[in-house]
């Protein structure tokens, strides 16, 4: 099968075999797969992250529930937001019948453990054109829900499980920074939730305008209008949330720097790089920082019946369609966030 | 009357005139009055707070609450954790009366507004044999209650608050990183809402000691065993909860390091330097930093009360009594924690 591969944190396509599914796993063919921004700054700081990583696994006691991460020098398929269409049922299922189309946590268990698809040596993820899924994890989209909406669940429920942890309730209101897909996940589940108002800034006009689709109440270039004046105009008074959704270092301190006495500061970007805070600007807003990392399973499989359900309309989150040999392509035009929001991988296309 | 004075980043001892009380207001004679780390910190980095208090006021809208500071060009009394008795009693006042001993939120307030005691050109604080109390916020010491701990009230407050917001709740369990005044005003509060383990890490044999004497389960110095280590030991398995009560740089990025998954950190001590982080840390494991200061009027009071009741006894924390000549010399002692915790200056000393 043809299959975008990370190998020594370089992108390229190729030839890969066919997977096999195991005991209690399905081979599914991708239908769509989005690219996700975590890929493109695994490509360029994950040496980095890597390092990280072991350090603070260091004295730690093992966990067992521990996912297996992939090994730099060996293939690594990305992609982790993937909806997929059964084509063949390994031995011992009962739940997943050819013909299904599905939506999955990105994780395959077998005999060895947990294994993060995406970034898993064993198990490919979406950037190719099959790949095994547990039977477990796998939930059926509704029929009439296309797939490229349906791929939208696994960044959608990134932004289901920020506002979660943020408590944030009505009569509170929003500032996200930053509107690439980690923020307007926020701003979608937000709006859900009937929040408001939500003010969101951003350099990018065409992501501005997603983000008013999606439900922001007010959107703003922070080169001409900081978000904080913007909220002050329309509110000013509320308990205010702070979604920092950019993940560059120098965005935590920005967002303290803006917040008003006793807001809350949700770090949904992933910035893997060292950082620079003012803690005075912290204590003395008695500021709260919560950092967030992806999604509980109920948050999943609620993210795909918002979508199945019409609760929330992702399509203009949609930007580009590639198939897997436009990959690299992709990588690079998703740099420019003037064209670009969320570029599908399809594989039949 | 006797005062230690701050000017131009300076402490000398001086002469100045007595103070007297305005309208609602009472003049009052300092029985007792704790130096406070935030006054050494004051004089070593207050240029470069006072630069970022700046910074961070710019653009925020006027606050008819916020505290008027002091200029550093001018004289300033500090002294924020007083004992006082009544001497005179100014017009308008009908609570208090000469005699009256007293401890009071350190803030004074005239026609022109809030004025921060200890903080302030207008009104000294207790490294003074004098000083001037708003009589709303003076809250009367009971009779028998020693004026040398009346005066850890304030501290006190520090933990008390630190701990409300921490959200601790029994069956959870807490690391405090440093037992300077901060850190063991946190372990006072802890114990007295009987939350345990509590893990206390000082590089200071003598500051350990104290810590386990306000209620630390296990003391330890961090150069030979990891506070986080020693969590493991005895606990390893319930919600914890971080108190960074050092204040460097350095210490939350430390905090963070050995936070196990989904643990709060409650940064309490104050940096006033920049600081640095790897936010990947705080994702990776979801981590809470929620930043404090002060108190509320009410866990002021309590604080009172808990002392007064002996709910915690604190008298281990007394470590010296200066008089006002003594000011300066015991901001040098205070540098070294094997000497000292909580210097007293007892202007009658």
Chains 1, 2 share one sequence.
């Not at 020098?73 to 997929?84: I, K, L, Q």
């Not at 429920?157 to 996200?176: L, T």
């Not at 105009?233 to 008003?260: H, N, T, Y």
């Not at 005075?280 to 509980?296: A, C």
């Amino acid at each position: 099968m043809r299959a975008a591969v990370m190998r020594d944190w370089q992108l390229r396509v190729d030839d890969l075999p066919d997977p096999t599914p195991g005991p209690g796993q399905v081979l599914t063919k991708v239908l769509a797969c989005g690219i996700c921004g975590s890929d493109l700054h695994m490509l360029q700081h994950g040496a980095e992250a890597r390092r990280l990583n072991e350090e603070m696994a260091e004295g730690a006691p093992a966990d067992p529930m521990a996912m297996k991460m992939f090994e730099p020098d060996a293939d690594t398929v990305m992609g982790h937001e993937f909806c997929c269409e059964v084509v063949e049922v390994g031995p011992g299922c009962s739940n997943l019948k050819v013909g299904d189309v599905v939506v999955s946590l990105p994780v395959a268990f077998d005999a060895e453990g947990l294994h993060a698809l995406g970034y898993s040596n064993r198990y490919n993820g979406g950037y190719a054109e099959l790949m095994v899924l547990s039977e477990m994890t796998g939930i059926k989209v509704p029929a009439g829900v296309p797939a490229e909406l349906a791929a939208l669940t696994e960044p959608l429920a990134v932004g289901v499980h920020a506002v979660a942890k943020s408590r944030i309730v009505k009569g509170e209101s929003a500032i996200v920074l930053g509107a690439g897909p980690v923020g307007l996940a926020c701003v979608a589940e937000l709006r859900m939730r009937g929040i408001g108002p939500i003010v969101v800034a951003d350099f990018s006009a065409k992501r501005r305008e997603l983000a008013a689709q999606l439900g922001a109440d007010v959107v703003v270039d922070p080169r001409e209008t900081p978000a904080i004046e913007a909220w002050r105009k329309i509110d000013g008074g509320s308990q205010l949330v702070i979604f920092e959704a950019v993940g560059v270092p120098g965005m935590i301190q920005q967002a303290m720097r803006m917040a008003p006495r006793g807001a809350r500061i949700l770090v949904v970007g992933a910035c893997m790089q060292e950082d620079r805070i003012q803690p005075m600007l912290g204590i003395g807003r008695e500021l709260n920082i919560q950092f967030v990392l992806g999604y509980e399973p109920l948050e999943f499989s609620g993210a795909l019946e918002a979508i199945a359900e019409g609760k929330t309309d992702l399509s203009p989150w949609l930007t580009g369609t590639v198939n897997v040999d436009g990959v690299p392509q992709a990588f690079a035009d998703l740099a420019n966030p003037e064209t670009h929001a969320k570029i599908l991988v399809v594989p039949g296309s």
